[in-house]
């Protein structure tokens, strides 16, 4: 009698130890998770896998898996979001059908939580290869409205890869390749992280007929050039994003629909340039961040 007790709470213990062990290691995964954080839902830092469904996020891992190339391949994975192109070669974003191919300015672009849509039209014209971005953070939908200006369908916002010092080149198709260097320093306080790239694509330029009956060639040059930089001390963090998109007159820039004269002018290039400071301070128990954009 004495050996069945000792057997059944040996084992009633074990079964104990078990479930201890599972929970200990489901709780291990589960910090481990939470980890990786989002800052666009409620502008709070929140688990990735754990964000409300409004929330789509693309990690740099999956898309080099599935061969993506560039920022606007990316957005296209996802469902209701177009990429169009326009007459001139501008190129918007659509979520939920809403927009057109003139510009809607409906959308908030973000580098690393710092605005980056054009004060004129409220649209973005540069791309980016995936070399450089750790991850993409979307919202669509209501919940974006928190972003004030623009951000009336959706929010993008675009993470820069801060990991260890590389090169790297990417030949897409014929005359496209980006390439440029991320560079990374640490010493106590102070950490620095830059990212310079170049892409350039001469693109097909096609023969095409304008509506008077003249023969020429299609512009359809895309170019990008940025300096990503983000400095930290301490509680100092200063933020630098310059982008610098350059793209040919593709077809029907004139109101007349004719093929524009070969000047010497035919390109068209777009800067946008943001510098945000910000410093963290504790008031109490709660912290505080002063920014100046």
Same mark, same amino acid.
């Given at each position: 009698?004495?050996?069945?007790?000792? +057997?059944? +709470?040996?084992?009633?213990?074990c079964t104990v130890y078990a479930q201890d062990i599972e929970m200990q290691d489901?709780?291990?995964?589960?910090?481990?998770?939470?980890?990786?954080?989002?800052? +666009?839902?409620?502008?709070?830092?929140? =688990?990735?896998?754990?964000?409300?469904g409004i929330i789509n996020i693309l990690k740099y891992d999956d898309l080099k898996r599935m061969g993506v190339n560039n920022l606007y391949e990316a957005l296209e994975l996802l469902p209701n979001v177009e990429v169009v192109v326009n007459q001139s070669g501008t190129r918007n974003i659509i979520f939920r059908g809403i927009g057109g191919v003139d510009g809607s300015g409906k959308i908030k672009v973000m580098i690393d939580s710092i605005e980056q849509n054009s004060a004129a039209s409220g649209i973005v014209h540069f791309n980016l290869p995936i070399d450089i971005i750790q991850r993409i953070e979307i919202i669509r939908g209501p919940a974006s409205a928190m972003y004030g200006e623009y951000a009336f369908t959706g929010v993008i916002n675009i993470i820069t890869k801060d990991d260890a010092n590389h090169l790297y080149a990417r030949y897409i198709s014929d005359n496209v390749s980006s390439s440029g260097t991320i560079v990374n320093y640490k010493d106590n306080d102070f950490s620095i992280n830059t990212i310079f790239n170049y892409s350039y694509g001469d693109g097909y330029e096609p023969i095409a007929i304008d509506s008077r009956g003249v023969t020429g060639k299609v512009e359809t040059l895309r170019g990008d050039k940025s300096l990503l930089s983000k400095i930290k001390y301490k509680n100092l963090k200063l933020n630098i994003a310059l982008n610098e998109a350059e793209k =040919?007159?593709?077809?029907?820039?004139?109101?007349?629909?004719? +093929?524009?004269?070969?000047? =010497?002018?035919?390109?068209?290039?777009?800067?946008?340039?943001?510098?945000?400071?910000?410093?963290?301070?504790?008031?109490?128990?709660?912290?505080?961040?002063?920014?100046?954009?």
């Amino acid at each position: 009698m004495f050996k069945k007790s000792f +057997l059944a +709470l040996a084992l009633n213990f074990c079964t104990v130890y078990a479930q201890d062990i599972e929970m200990q290691d489901n709780f291990d995964d589960f910090m481990q998770v939470m980890e990786e954080t989002t800052e +666009l839902a409620n502008k709070n830092k929140i =688990g990735a896998d754990h964000a409300p469904g409004i929330i789509n996020i693309l990690k740099y891992d999956d898309l080099k898996r599935m061969g993506v190339n560039n920022l606007y391949e990316a957005l296209e994975l996802l469902p209701n979001v177009e990429v169009v192109v326009n007459q001139s070669g501008t190129r918007n974003i659509i979520f939920r059908g809403i927009g057109g191919v003139d510009g809607s300015g409906k959308i908030k672009v973000m580098i690393d939580s710092i605005e980056q849509n054009s004060a004129a039209s409220g649209i973005v014209h540069f791309n980016l290869p995936i070399d450089i971005i750790q991850r993409i953070e979307i919202i669509r939908g209501p919940a974006s409205a928190m972003y004030g200006e623009y951000a009336f369908t959706g929010v993008i916002n675009i993470i820069t890869k801060d990991d260890a010092n590389h090169l790297y080149a990417r030949y897409i198709s014929d005359n496209v390749s980006s390439s440029g260097t991320i560079v990374n320093y640490k010493d106590n306080d102070f950490s620095i992280n830059t990212i310079f790239n170049y892409s350039y694509g001469d693109g097909y330029e096609p023969i095409a007929i304008d509506s008077r009956g003249v023969t020429g060639k299609v512009e359809t040059l895309r170019g990008d050039k940025s300096l990503l930089s983000k400095i930290k001390y301490k509680n100092l963090k200063l933020n630098i994003a310059l982008n610098e998109a350059e793209k =040919g007159e593709m077809w029907g820039i004139s109101s007349s629909g004719a +093929l524009p004269d070969n000047d =010497g002018n035919e390109n068209f290039i777009y800067d946008y340039r943001t510098v945000e400071l910000s410093y963290k301070f504790n008031i109490s128990d709660k912290s505080y961040i002063l920014m100046l954009r």
